[in-house]
């Protein structure tokens, strides 16, 4: 089955914005490369009350997890019945979770 979103892995700045190649690779002479576009970007966002909004780099990270984790659910799904230890996926999955938190 072919992707209907931008293929991984997903890369996030630190500036809650989150991108197809490692930022790393992205800037050159202090700006990005002709025709880069972030994918996402996350906004603080406010409450009516004024108190600070949503927790931008983490929802950053999350996002940019998702290909590893649609990745690895789908392959547990794939095995789930035939496989006689999921070891490999199971890797994966702390892989893409750690990525989520951060933590990688």
């Not at 290909?67 to 893409?96: I, M, N």
Request: some cysteine.
């Amino acid at each position: 089955m072919m992707s209907k979103h931008t293929p991984g892995p997903w890369f996030h700045d630190g500036n809650g914005n989150v991108w197809r190649r490692d930022p790393k690779d992205l800037y050159q002479n202090g700006g990005t490369v002709a025709g880069d576009k972030s994918l996402a970007t996350i906004h603080k966002g406010w409450h009516h009350d004024g108190a600070e909004g949503y927790p931008v780099e983490a929802n950053a990270r999350l996002i940019a997890a998702a290909p590893e984790l649609l990745e690895t659910l789908e392959g547990f799904v794939a095995c789930w019945d035939t496989c006689a230890s999921p070891v490999e996926f199971a890797e994966k999955a702390r892989a893409a979770i750690a990525k989520a938190r951060g933590e990688a």
